[in-house]
């Protein structure tokens, strides 16, 4: 699979790279038996009723695998996903990301908890909820990509993550009891897709500040006429201004996360910029 041609192939980057071999190194330790699993899912992995006295399991819990398989397909899934996305973002974006939505595979089953649809007195352990999220993310970004199943059967990408979303809702809301934690997968999915899809909320607030700059702009100019010194500051701005229209008709075309870290930064600069400028004034 790739998104478009070859060109993601089996190439590695730094993030993924380090959190494969985290997750395997760590089910070494527990396949040796140098950390027994049973002490390693107690007191690592994450019980929805014991959160408040164990909040650190809120993150080891993604490190923690119950088998061979577990980890094999998990990290599998991460070494074909996980690449392009952090290509695209920036190795801090992609783990933030990645980090959001397996905590948030815990918190899904807090919730589930409180609302009866779980005990909450069985330990979960794994990176699904991490990996569910980045395979939503990808599909997002390249919806059309192929995926062949066995090697044999290809399908879309979007439709693969539109069949396992779907799975997963009626096996969690189902009351499904195959060992498996299909609230940690939802919470994933879920939260993964509303952080991505907060990406519009900035192109509103790009606009409005398209609107402000065009207003500034404007006046600098109808006041300075023949003065250089006062048209310096209009010729800055209307740089700024070409610079956010191209990034927010980039946003509109591909989301927030299509941002360089260094187009993210020009943003938080300006925004930061107009924010001082906007406190100065009242």
């Not at 590695?12 to 494969?20: A, Y």
């Not at 190795?91 to 939505?101: H, P, R, S, T, V």
């Not at 990408?157 to 396992?164: H, P, Q």
């Not at 195959?178 to 879920?190: E, N, P, S, T």
């Amino acid at each position: 699979m790739s998104p478009g041609g070859l060109r993601f192939a089996y190439r590695m980057t730094p993030w993924v790279k380090r959190l494969i071999i985290a997750n395997a190194a760590f089910w070494l330790l527990t396949w040796t038996r140098l950390i027994p699993l049973e002490l390693a899912v107690e007191y690592l992995g994450f019980t929805a009723s014991q959160a408040y006295k164990e909040p650190w399991t809120i993150v080891t819990y993604m490190f923690v695998h119950g088998g061979f398989f577990h980890v094999f397909i998990n990290m599998l899934m991460l070494f074909f996903f996980g690449p392009p996305l952090e290509e695209r973002w920036g190795g801090k974006e992609f783990l933030k990301y990645y980090a959001i939505c397996g905590v948030a595979g815990a918190l899904f089953n807090i919730g589930a908890m409180a609302f009866g649809l779980g005990t909450g007195t069985i330990p979960i352990v794994g990176a699904s909820g991490a990996v569910y999220g980045v395979m939503l993310a990808y599909a997002l970004n390249w919806p059309n990509s192929l995926v062949w199943i066995y090697a044999i059967f290809p399908i879309k990408v979007k439709y693969l993550v539109m069949i396992l979303g779907a799975m997963t809702f009626f096996s969690a809301f189902g009351g499904a009891t195959d060992g498996i934690a299909h609230f940690a997968h939802l919470g994933g999915l879920v939260v993964g897709y509303v952080y991505l899809k907060k990406g519009w909320q900035l192109g509103v607030h790009l606009e409005a500040w398209k609107k402000r700059l065009r207003k500034r702009k404007l006046k600098v100019v109808q006041g300075g006429r023949g003065d250089r010194s006062r048209r310096a500051p209009a010729d800055e701005e209307a740089r700024i201004l070409e610079a956010v229209d191209k990034l927010l008709d980039k946003i509109a075309a591909s989301g927030l996360e299509s941002l360089t870290p260094e187009e993210r930064r020009f943003l938080d600069e300006v925004s930061r910029r107009r924010q001082a400028q906007h406190e100065v004034r009242h």
